[in-house]
């Protein structure tokens, strides 16, 4: 049998990344604590339910024929959900607590 190798897409020039990744590739120690800060919130009971619900939308959506690729399901703030462009969702400032 074969083995599979895996294989690391390359790694981006500094100047090709955004504000903040520049930040944790200049702070590696502040990107340790990031992703222990982040892994701690995803763990939380209301955050895993949002995240079942929004693979629930998004599988749902697909088996009806919408075109979800490049495409989150948001949820908004009347407690319904949308297929939203996924850079729309994800840049929306100050919405964190949504």
């Not at 294989?7 to 340790?32: D, H, I, M, S």
């Not at 990031?34 to 619900?53: C, F, G, L, Y």
């Not at 009806?64 to 399901?73: L, N, Q, S, Y």
Request: proline residues 6%; positive net charge; hydrophobic residues 35%.
């Amino acid at each position: 049998m074969r083995e599979l190798s895996v294989v690391a897409p390359p790694e981006k020039p500094l100047a090709a990344l955004g504000r903040t990744a520049q930040y944790y590739r200049a702070n590696p120690e502040k990107a340790v604590a990031k992703k222990a800060v982040d892994a701690e919130i995803n763990r939380k009971p209301s955050q895993v339910k949002k995240r079942v619900e929004a693979n629930k939308h998004r599988a749902k959506a697909k088996a009806m024929g919408v075109a979800v690729a490049g495409k989150d399901a948001s949820h908004q703030p009347d407690g319904s959900m949308k297929m939203e462009d996924s850079s729309v969702n994800r840049g929306r400032r100050n919405e964190g607590g949504r």
